[in-house]
């Protein structure tokens, strides 16, 4: 079953966030929400593939989306079942075709995601048959999500460090997870769209992190031809979005942004006079990131 759109974070869920006590600048006792992290084992049948830190909301979605974007799940897989444990801290993801990565998993790579990410196998890998989709972007869908997204209940807002990632079409908001690694969020991304095979060719990815490489790739292996942030890039990010077609645009503060991959797909129909600033809350929100 669908759940109903759009999907949007609950900074009321029990366990992802603890209250704690400490002391300001000026010595006063202050108690404030901190976010919750805690491991989940990710299995694929009977292999362990991967622990990660995560803040413990749908763990379904988030062992789908990393097993699909290393490329240990393939499209036509036909997915038998989810066991998620929460005591035991483990989700095993089961599947009709008898799988076995043994080799894969032996050659590591560390991301630069925060909480660390990780990579298995060639980085590339899984890339040279992806042709991304000719969809249009109009700078006033993109102008339309930043305001929304600025907006809505948020993990970040009720506790800060954390990271998102919202899956759009058009100037709609479909569904938007926090995790406390953007590799995370953007792998419940994943998970969700396979779960409930969600077609990807019209869609934009929007995150609050970084422009890297993984981003990159990950957007791509989903097949998601639009990348956006209001954060910065970085120069390899860049210029696999070049080879592999896929729009990427960074720096969305206010009326401001730079796109350096994929200017073809943009339509520039936006009335700048009429898209304001944003305020300091979110100027601040953008820095921290």
Partial sequence: MTPDLPLL????LPGLTRALRGHDQTGAEIEIDVVEERP????LNSQEIVTAMTIGDYPDYLALGFLRNQGML??????????HDDELETVVVRTA?????????????????CAVGTVFGDMMEGLEGVTLPAAELRTSWLYALARQINTL??????????????????????????DVGRHNAVDKIAGYMLRHRVPAGDKILYTTGR??????????MMGIPVLASRSGFTAWGVEIARQLGLTLIGRMRGQRFVCLAGEERL????????????DRRHRRKGAEE
């Fill in 9 to 12: 974070p609950d900074p009321h």
């Fill in 40 to 43: 989940l084992t990710i299995f």
């Fill in 74 to 83: 393939r499209e036509d897989d036909v997915v038998t079942g989810i066991d």
């Fill in 97 to 113: 075709r008898q799988t076995s990565y043994e080799e894969k998993l032996r050659k590591k790579t560390r991301t630069s995601g």
């Fill in 153 to 178: 209940p948020s993990l970040y807002l009720a506790a800060g460090a954390i990271h998102g990632t919202v899956l759009c079409q058009r100037e709609r908001v479909l569904v938007y997870m926090e």
């Fill in 211 to 220: 422009l890297t490489s993984e981003m990159v790739i990950k957007t791509a």
């Fill in 267 to 278: 339509i520039r129909d936006a009335d700048l006079a009429a898209v304001g600033d944003e």
